[in-house]
Every structure is written in structure tokens, then in C-alpha cells.
């Protein structure tokens, strides 16, 4: 099967300018995770979506940061405007539902550069 | 909020097992340990989960103690292949915070010839 989508791979950009990822979760993934790594540092949980609701965003820094799961498949993780402290991976993950044991299927990420 | 403990770095001779430590002594009765790995420029990758009882796949065998404070991943034939981050994880399982995945800083397991 398909894997979990994310798109660009990489972006540079300025500090103060925005940028957007997306992500298109594995088929019928009713959850949807971005998370953010620093280089040196495990994946933080940014956002959690049940379809298209915000299960759990008390790590997104809502001042800049930004995401939406229109029609409860594919997402966008949007920041603007960008600081020096948000170069880091963006991970999507998904999985089949919040109750499920299972694992979650995470992207290659979206690596963001800020000068 | 990263909920486990573990060594930074580890190192195996391929063909040999490796056996990589985590402690989560604080762990709660419903909460399960999951491993993933990170191999470079990639995403986590699951190896496996458990709650109470020792668990094994195609890939790993995963050791939890009796108190649940503690567990061992075991890699029983490590190949060049399996140098990677590996991160021990205590996956909440109810409340606002269900799903939530508290990765740490990881081990940082290099397979040598």
C-alpha cells in the first residue's frame, strides 16, 4: 500500500516569510499527526487530528503556526511567519484511529530551513 | 514530557543481538511501550508494542518487567541495516491526551562489521 505523502521535502526560506506542507495520510487513516524535530531531539507532537477535528493542538504554537484536515483526508501544516527556532523536520504520521493500538505510519518529512 | 529513560548510544557487532534498555517508571497501567526507529533522513519506523506480556515479530523481540517500570528491545541478529535511533515510547491511552506519542532523545544504535 501506498505510504503516508508529504510534500515539499524541502524548503528554504527567510525568517518572517510563511510556508505550508502537505501531507496525504495512508487510505482510510481516520488520524492524522504533525509532529516537529529539532536536529538532535525525538519528534514533538504538534497537532492530532480524529478526520477532520482537532483532537489535541496544546503543543501548536498558534501565534505562528497553523493546520487544517479539510474533509478529514489530507492536511496542511502552515507557518507564518517563520522564526529562526521553527528549522526543523515536520513529520505526518497517521493511523487508523485514536482507540487503536496499532502503529503510526510516518512520512519521510518536510525539512525547513529558516536564514 | 518525553516519559522514558535511555542510554544515549549503543554499539553491536553485526550478526550479534542487540539488547537496547529503556526505563519508564512512570509509567500508567493502561499505557503501552512502543518502540520506533529512525534510520537517517527518515521517519520513524514501528517495530513493535506491548502492555504487559513479552512480545515478539519478524523484526524484534520486546522484554517488559513484571512492574512494567522497565523493558529490553531486542534485535536478535543486528545487521548493518539496523543502525538507526531507536526510541523507547510510553503511548497514552486516554483522555484529552489519547495517541499522544512522548518520543524521547532515543538511542543512537550503531551496528559495526
Known amino acids: 500500500e501506498a505510504g503516508v505523502a508529504q510534500s515539499p521535502r524541502y524548503k528554504i526560506i527567510e525568517k518572517r516569510q510563511s510556508v505550508a506542507f502537505w501531507c496525504n495520510p495512508i487510505?482510510?487513516?481516520?488520524?492524522l499527526y504533525w509532529y516537529q524535530q529539532i536536529l538532535g531531539q525525538g519528534p514533538k507532537l504538534l497537532i492530532q487530528?480524529?478526520?477532520?477535528?482537532?483532537?489535541?493542538d496544546s503543543q501548536l504554537p498558534k501565534d505562528r503556526f497553523s493546520a487544517e484536515r479539510l474533509k478529514g483526508v489530507d492536511s496542511t501544516l502552515k507557518i507564518q511567519p517563520a522564526k529562526l527556532e521553527d528549522s526543523a523536520v515536520y513529520l505526518c504520521?497517521?493511523?487508523?484511529?485514536?482507540?487503536?493500538?496499532?502503529?503510526?505510519?510516518f512520512g519521510e518529512g518536510s525539512r525547513l530551513t529558516v536564514l | 514530557d518525553a516519559k522514558t529513560t535511555q542510554p544515549t548510544s549503543m554499539d553491536c557487532a553485526e550478526g550479534r543481538a542487540a539488547n537496547l534498555p529503556c526505563n519508564h517508571s512512570t509509567i500508567s497501567g493502561n499505557e503501552y511501550v512502543y518502540w520506533y526507529r529512525q534510520i537517517h533522513s527518515q521517519g520513524p519506523q514501528y517495530i513493535i508494542h506491548?502492555?504487559?506480556n513479552n512480545e515478539t515479530n519478524e523484526m524484534a523481540s520486546l522484554i517488559i518487567t513484571e512492574d512494567r517500570k522497565s523493558s529490553t528491545l531486542i534485535l536478535p541478529h543486528a545487521t548493518l541495516r539496523d543502525t538507526a535511533v531507536y526510541y523507547c515510547i510510553v503511548r497514552v491511552n486516554r483522555g484529552s491526551t489519547l495517541g499522544r506519542l512522548y518520543f524521547g532523545r532515543g538511542t543512537q544504535l550503531t551496528v559495526w562489521p
Open positions: 487530528f480524529q478526520n477532520n477535528g482537532v483532537v489535541d
Open positions: 487510505s482510510g487513516h481516520a488520524t
Open positions: 504520521a497517521s493511523s487508523l484511529g485514536l482507540r487503536e493500538t496499532g502503529e503510526l505510519f
Open positions: 506491548g502492555l504487559k
